[in-house]
C-alpha cells in the first residue's frame, strides 16, 4: 500500500518525487517518532505547499485515497493527525493555537477541494458516495462527542496553555476512541492503534511567525521536547533558515530544499493542464514555445500556467478554423508572437483577467470569423489585424479608466510635482512674477549655462529626477501654486480640502506624522508621465518651469 | 448680556427672537402675537416683518419649502439611479455568475478570486451613496431594471423568485477607517456578515471554544450553518455568494488588504468570496497596492461609473432645463455652483447640498415672502408661491397678501418691464396694475401659468437644439448641454454664433437628409409630453401649433420626393452647389409648384441607376445636386424650414428675465451663497483679529480724531480685545518673538489706553460686549482697580491669557532654539 500511495504522490507531483520520499522517509511508520521539526523552503509555486498538503493528507487520512472502506469510516471517526495553518490568516498566537488544537480535535476534511489535485477527482467522488452512507449517524456521533468529550476549554491564550493542550490531544484520544468503541463497539481493536501516532502541525508561510511573537518559534522547535509527545511540526517558507534564527536557544530544524523545476518538469506539469479534446502534441509544443519565451522573465509556474491557459485557444484558433495545419509551427509562431509580446508587458500585472481575455477573445474570434468570410482576407492578413485589433481593445479600456481631476487640483498636483523636484533656492526665479518677460528669460539661459557648465550632458548625478521627490513645506506648495494659475483665485477652504483628498488618494504623501498640525509637509507621488499629461490637459507648459529635468 | 458671562461655557447658542434688533425695521403689532410660536417647528422660519406677514403666510412658505425640496431631492436621486443603471446591473450579473461560470468553463489552473473593480470617479465623499445603491442591488434578489420599481413589483418579485431566494448575495462594504489592522478588518467584515453587532451572537465552536471576533472559523461555521438545506429542498440550491466591497480602496492599509485577500482566497474553496473594489484614481493603485502574489490570485474585470460631471449635467437638464421643480436657479448662483464642481471637487453630493442650502437660503435667510413677496429691496427675489405650480384665483395664498407684499411686487423689475410694455398697447390696464391691488392679485395666477408655460417650452425647445446639435458630428462646436443651458440663462443663446452656424448646417443639408431631420424633428415633437393633445390653454396651443407646422413641412417635403422618385427625371448634367443655388433662386423662383415634380433626389436617382452605372459614374452623380429647374420648390421648403428653425429659438428660447414675475421663481442671490460655501478662513481670521470692530458692532473702537488717514486696520487701539492687541503687535514681529518685549509692548499700549480713560469714557464696557465673558470680568476688576495705576499682575494675566488663546489657535509655539522667545507660525514674510 506504501508504495502504491508513493507512486500516485509521484504521479501527481512531476519532478518531486526526491521531496516526497524524504517527506515520507521521516514520517515513517505511523507510530515511528519523528524529527521535531522540519523546514520546507523554496522559491514561490514550487509545490511546497501542495506537496505537504497531499502527502500528509495521503498517508494519515482526509484524502481517502486508498483505503478500503472499513478504514475509512474509522479514519472519519478519529481526530485529525494534523493540522495545517496559513500564518497569514492566524496572525496571533493565539489564532495559531486555537486553530490548530480545533484542526486537531476534529476530523479533517473529507473533501479538499482546496488542494486540487489532479488525480483528487475520483476521491471528491468517494467521499460525497460516503458521506450519504454515513449521513444518518453522523448526527448523533456529533452529539456524542460534545457531551462526553472531557475536553471542555474555553481558550488558549499563551504557549503554557498549548503546550498543555497538545499533551491533552495527544493523551485523551483514547478516551475518545473508547466512547466511541462503547457506542458502536465495531473497529475497536483497529482504532487503539493509533495510540501514539505522531501528530504533525504544518505552518504554512512560516515566516510571518516572525512577526506574531518572538518566543514563538524557539517553542515550535522544542514542541516535541516540552510536550513529550510525538509531534512533528513543519514550516513551510520562502526564505532560508538563517533569517528565523533569534537569539538563543533553538533548535535547528531539519531544511528541506525544494529546488526550482527544470524544464522538463514544467512541461510534465503542464501536461496536466491540457484542456479537453486538445491535440497533445500541440499542446506540448506551445507549451515549450511559452516557457522558451517567458522563461526569462518569469520562472513562477503559475503564471506560466496562467500564460499557457490564457493563450492557448488563441493559438489553436487560425488550426480550428482551418488556416494553418497543426504542423506547420513557424506560421502558427508567427500568428502568436503578437500576443506574446502584449502578454509581457503586462505580465503579473493581471491588467487584463482571464474572464475578460477569454470575453475578448471570443469576441474577437467571432468578429474575424465574420470579417474573414466577408472579405475572404488570407491567413497573413489575419494575422497582423487580429493584435492589432487586441491592442486597440486594451487602449480603449485605458483611455476609459484615465481619471480626470478638477481643474484646480490638477494646478495643486502640478504645484506639488514642481515643489518636489525644483530647489526651494529657484523658486524666485520661476515663479516670482516678474513685469518684465525679458529678464525672466536671461536669469533662466544664465541657468542653462550654469549647467552646461557645470555638469555634463547627462545632467548631474545628484539631480532631483533620479533622487526621486523631497519633501515640500505646504505653503511653499501653496504658494507656487498661486503663482502658477493665470487666473486670480481666492484662498478658501476647498484648496485646502482638495489637498487632504489628494492625501487620501496617495497622490501626495504627507511626510510629517498626522497629529502635527502645523508645518506640514508632502511629498508629490507621481510620475512625471501623469504630470506631463495633467499639464498637457490643462496647457500649462511644464518643462519650462522644472529644473534639471528631461 | 450677563448671561453670556461664563467662565466655562465657550460657545453660546442665541436662538432668533422675533424681538431680536437683528431683523427690527418696522415691527408691527401683529407679529407680537406670534412670539409664541415654535421655532424649530418651523426650522426657523420668520414672519417677514416689513411686509406684515401673518403667521399662516409664514406656514405657507415653509410648506413650500419641504415640498419643493422633497421634489429636489427626489428627482435628484431618481436621476443619479438612472444614470448608473446600465453599470449597475452588469455588477450584479458579474456577481451572480462569479461561481457558476467558473465551474462551467474552468480553464484556469487554479481558482482565482472573482473581483470587481469599480472606477467611482475621485471624489471619495461621494461614494457612500454609490456604494450603498450598488450594496442594495446585489443583495437584492432581481437584477436591477432600467426603470424605477416601485414598491409594489419588488414585493411581486420576491415572492415570484422566491425558488430562488437562496441564491441571495450576502454584502458588507468594509471601509478603510474600519480596517486599521487586519484583525479589524475581519471583526469588521465577520460582524456585518452575521449582522450583529452582539459580540455573543457568535457559537462556540463544538468543543466548546469561544472563538474571538476576528476569527474566519466562525464565519465558516455561519456560512455552513446558512448552506444547509432547511427544507430539503435539495441540493441543486445555489449557495448564496459573500460580497465584499472595499469601498475606499486608496485609503486601505496595503499591508492589511493583501493579508486580507490573501485570506480570503484561502477560504475560497469553501467560502464563495466576490471582491468589489472602489477605485478613486485608476489602475495604478492597485497594481502599485498589491504585490504579485496577491495579483495573480484576483481575476478581475472593470466597471466604469458614470462620470460625475455627467451626472451633474443631467441633475441640471432633468431640475432646471425641464423646469421639472419649481425653484429656478439663476446664472450667477448657477455657474458659482458649476464653477465650484469644476474647479475643486468633482462633486455631485456637494452640488446637491449646495443646491439644498441654496434653496433653503433662498426660503430662509433671504427671508422670502410667501405671497409675491419680496423682503429686503436688496435681495430683489420674490418668490415662494409663485413656486407653487397649483396656484390659482382662489389659493389662501393670496388672501393673505398685505400692501407690503404689493410693494415689493412692484417693485419687481420684470414687473416695471411688463407693466412698461403695457403701456404702450393697454393703458389702463398697466395703471390698474399699478394702482389697482385687487386687479393685481386677479392677475398674478396667469403671470405664474406664464411662467410655468415659458418653462415648459423652454424646455422642449431646448430638446431641440440638441438634437439638432448632436446631428452633426463636428466636435469643435460641440457644447455640453449645461453651457448651452448656462448661456440661455444669461440671455445669449439667442445672439451667440452658436445657433445660426447650426442653421446654415441644417441649410447645407441634401434633400434625402433633410428629409430624414424632417422626420426626426417631427418624431421628437410628438414623443414631448407636451405636445400631447391636451385641454386647451394659450401656450399649449402654441406648442401644438408648432407641430402643425413641421408637420405640414414634412408632408409638403415627403410629397415632394415621392413625385420626383416617381418621375425619375434624368436632367442631372446640370449641377451646381446647393449652397449656392439656395441663394440665387430662393429671391426668383417663388410659387413654382409644378416644379416641385422635377426635383430629383441624389440618392433615390442613385438608387435608381445602381444597377446600370459604373461605379466612377455614381460617384460623379454624388456630388450631384437637384436640378436646376426643380430648386425652386424645394430651396423655398428649406428656407422655410430655416425659418421655422429660428422663430422657434427666438420665441421660445428668450431669456427669463424678460418673462413678468421670473424673480419668483429664480435664485439669483450669489453673496450668501458664497459666503457659506467659499469661507475663507485666512480672510475671516485677519478680519476678526485685526479689526474686531466689524464682528463685535462696537462704537469704542473709533480712530481717534488726529488719525483720519490712517485706516483703521493698521493702528492699535487700547480698546480693542486683548488677543487683537497681541495680534497686531505680532503681525509686526519676524520669525522668532521675544516674549518679554511683546508683554512691553503690549503693557504700553494699555497704558495708553489707561492714560486717554481719564478723558473719555472707560473702554471696558465695550469690551464686554465682544468677546464673551473673560474680557468682561476682566473690565469689571479693572473698572474697581485703580483708575490710574493699571496693575501690572492684571496686565501679566491678560497677557498670558491673550499669548495662550494665540498659541491655541495655532499662531506661535514654543521653541528651545531661542530662549524666552516663541516660534511664529503663520504669514511669514514670504
Known sequence: MATSLQQQLHEAFPGRAKQINQILGFMGKPWAPTPPSLLINGNSSLGKTAVVKATLSAVLGGGNQSESEQQQQCRRRVPSRYAFLDCVECHTPRLIFEHAIYQLRNPPPSKDKGSRLHTQNGAAAAGTSEKNETAATSGTRKRKRVTYSPLEWNKCENVNEFVEWCRKICDTKDEIDEVEMNGSERTGSSCSKHQNETRYLVLDRAERLRDTAPTLIPVLMRLQELTGRNICVILITTIVWEKFRSKTGGYEPIVLNFPQYTKSETAAILKGDLPEGEDLDLFMRFVDLVYDVFQRNCKDLNEIRHLVALLFPLYVKPVKEGKIQKHEGLKLHRHIQAYFVEAMDKLYLREISSTEWSDRTLSAASGSLSGGSGAGAGAGGHVSGAPGGDRALTTALDVQNVFDLPYYTKFILIASFLASYNPPRLDMRYFAKVSNQGGKMTKRSKIAAAKKNGHDNMGSKLRQQLLGPKPFPIERMLAIFYSILDEEVEENVNVHTQIASLVSLRMLQRVTPMDKLDSIKCKCNVSYEMIKALAKSTRFEIDKYLFDFS | ?830
Open chain 2, 1 to 830: 448680556m450677563d448671561e453670556f458671562d461664563s467662565l466655562t461655557d465657550g460657545v453660546f447658542f442665541v436662538p432668533p427672537s422675533t424681538t431680536g434688533n437683528a431683523v427690527g425695521k418696522s415691527k408691527s403689532k401683529a407679529s407680537k402675537a406670534a412670539v409664541t410660536w415654535d421655532h424649530f417647528k418651523l426650522d426657523g422660519f420668520q414672519q417677514i416683518k416689513d411686509v406684515n406677514e401673518s403667521i399662516e403666510a409664514m406656514e405657507i412658505r415653509h410648506a413650500l419649502f419641504n415640498q419643493e425640496w422633497g421634489l429636489m431631492s427626489g428627482r435628484i436621486e431618481d436621476v443619479m439611479r438612472s444614470m448608473n443603471t446600465v453599470v449597475l446591473s452588469s455588477i450584479y450579473d458579474f456577481v451572480y455568475s462569479a461561481y457558476s461560470r467558473q465551474s462551467s468553463t474552468a480553464a484556469m489552473p487554479f481558482q482565482e478570486l472573482p473581483t470587481g473593480l469599480i472606477f467611482a470617479g475621485i471624489n471619495v465623499p461621494d461614494h457612500d451613496l454609490l456604494f450603498q445603491q450598488i450594496a442594495q442591488t446585489i443583495s437584492s434578489s432581481t437584477p436591477p431594471s432600467s426603470g424605477t420599481l416601485g414598491a409594489e413589483d419588488m414585493g411581486l418579485d420576491n415572492s415570484d423568485t422566491k425558488a430562488s431566494a437562496g441564491s441571495k448575495s450576502h454584502v458588507v462594504i468594509l471601509q478603510s477607517k474600519d480596517c486599521a489592522n487586519l484583525k479589524s478588518a475581519q471583526k469588521s467584515m465577520i460582524e456585518q456578515f452575521l449582522g450583529l453587532g452582539i459580540a455573543g451572537a457568535i457559537n462556540p465552536l463544538e468543543g466548546g471554544v469561544r472563538l474571538q471576533n476576528y476569527d474566519m472559523l466562525v464565519l465558516e461555521r455561519w456560512y455552513q450553518s446558512l448552506c444547509e438545506p432547511h427544507d430539503g429542498t435539495g441540493e441543486d440550491l445555489k449557495q448564496p455568494t459573500l460580497v465584499i466591497i472595499l469601498q475606499d480602496f486608496e485609503s486601505f492599509d496595503y499591508d492589511t488588504l493583501q493579508d486580507f485577500i490573501t485570506i480570503c482566497s484561502n477560504y475560497q474553496d469553501r467560502i464563495p468570496f466576490v471582491l468589489l473594489m472602489g477605485l478613486a484614481t485608476s489602475i495604478d493603485a492597485l497594481h502599485q497596492g498589491l504585490p504579485k502574489a496577491v495579483l495573480s490570485r484576483l481575476q478581475t474585470r472593470k466597471f466604469q461609473m458614470q462620470q460625475s460631471s455627467e451626472c451633474l449635467t443631467a441633475i441640471i437638464e432633468d431640475l432646471f432645463i425641464h423646469a421639472n421643480v419649481g425653484l429656478m436657479v439663476g446664472p450667477l448662483p448657477l455657474k458659482q455652483l458649476i464653477d465650484q464642481f469644476i474647479h475643486y471637487n468633482f462633486s455631485v453630493g456637494g452640488f446637491i447640498s449646495n443646491l439644498k442650502a441654496g434653496a433653503s437660503l433662498y426660503y430662509v435667510l433671504d427671508r422670502p415672502v410667501s405671497e409675491y413677496i419680496v423682503m429686503h429691496h436688496f435681495y430683489a427675489s420674490p418668490l415662494s408661491i409663485l413656486c407653487d405650480r397649483s396656484l390659482t384665483a382662489q389659493s389662501k395664498a393670496l388672501d393673505l397678501l398685505t400692501k407690503g407684499h404689493f410693494d415689493h411686487l412692484r417693485m419687481l423689475p420684470s414687473f416695471q418691464q411688463y407693466v412698461e410694455g403695457k403701456l404702450e398697447c393697454d393703458p389702463q390696464e398697466a395703471e390698474m396694475l399699478i394702482l389697482d391691488d385687487e386687479f393685481l392679485v386677479q392677475q398674478i395666477p396667469d403671470m405664474v401659468h406664464g411662467l410655468l408655460e415659458y418653462h415648459q417650452n423652454f424646455g422642449m425647445v431646448f430638446d431641440f437644439l440638441w438634437f439638432l446639435q448632436s446631428r452633426f458630428s463636428i466636435s469643435l462646436l460641440k457644447k455640453p448641454k449645461r453651457a448651452l443651458y448656462f448661456m440661455a440663462l444669461e440671455g445669449n443663446l439667442i445672439n451667440s454664433s452658436h445657433i445660426p452656424f447650426l442653421q446654415s448646417l441644417v441649410r447645407k443639408l441634401d434633400s434625402n437628409n433633410m428629409m430624414l431631420f424632417v422626420e426626426d424633428w417631427l418624431q421628437l415633437f410628438k414623443d414631448s409630453a407636451r405636445c400631447v393633445p391636451k385641454k386647451s390653454t394659450a401656450l399649449e396651443n402654441a406648442m401644438d401649433r408648432e407641430l402643425v407646422v413641421v408637420q405640414s413641412i414634412r408632408d409638403r417635403m415627403a410629397g415632394l420626393l415621392d413625385n420626383v422618385s416617381e418621375d425619375s427625371v434624368t436632367s442631372s448634367s446640370e449641377i451646381e452647389d446647393n449652397g449656392e443655388e439656395a441663394g440665387e433662386s430662393s429671391k426668383t423662383s417663388s410659387g413654382g409648384f409644378v416644379k416641385k415634380r422635377k426635383l430629383v433626389s441624389l440618392n433615390v436617382y442613385a438608387h435608381e441607376t445602381n444597377s446600370r452605372q459604373t461605379r466612377i459614374a455614381m460617384k460623379t452623380r454624388e456630388t450631384a445636386r437637384i436640378p436646376k429647374g426643380a430648386l425652386g420648390a424645394y430651396t423655398l421648403l428649406v428656407k422655410e424650414i430655416d425659418e421655422t428653425i429660428s422663430r422657434l429659438f427666438r420665441m421660445y428660447l428668450v431669456c427669463h428675465t424678460s418673462i413678468p414675475l421670473n424673480e419668483i421663481c429664480y435664485y439669483s442671490q450669489i453673496t450668501i451663497q458664497q459666503k457659506a460655501f467659499l469661507p475663507q478662513p485666512r480672510a475671516s481670521i485677519q478680519t476678526a483679529l485685526g479689526q474686531p470692530e466689524v464682528y463685535l458692532n462696537c462704537e469704542c473702537c473709533q480712530p481717534p480724531s488726529g488719525s483720519t488717514g490712517q485706516s483703521l486696520a493698521d493702528m492699535v487701539l487700547p480698546t480693542q480685545h486683548d488677543t487683537c492687541i497681541l495680534y497686531k503687535l505680532y503681525v509686526e514681529c519676524g520669525r522668532m518673538i521675544n516674549m518679554y518685549d511683546w508683554f512691553t509692548a503690549f503693557g504700553m499700549i494699555l497704558e495708553r489706553g489707561q492714560q486717554s480713560d481719564g478723558v473719555e469714557e472707560p473702554p471696558s464696557k465695550k469690551r464686554a460686549g465682544g468677546r464673551g465673558g473673560r474680557a468682561g470680568l476682566k473690565a469689571k476688576i479693572k473698572a474697581n482697580a485703580n483708575a490710574n495705576k493699571l496693575d501690572q499682575k492684571e496686565v501679566q494675566a491678560r497677557f498670558i491669557s491673550g499669548v495662550a488663546e494665540l498659541q491655541f489657535m495655532g499662531f506661535i509655539k514654543s521653541t528651545s532654539r531661542k530662549t524666552d522667545h516663541v516660534m511664529r507660525l503663520t504669514w511669514g514674510n514670504i
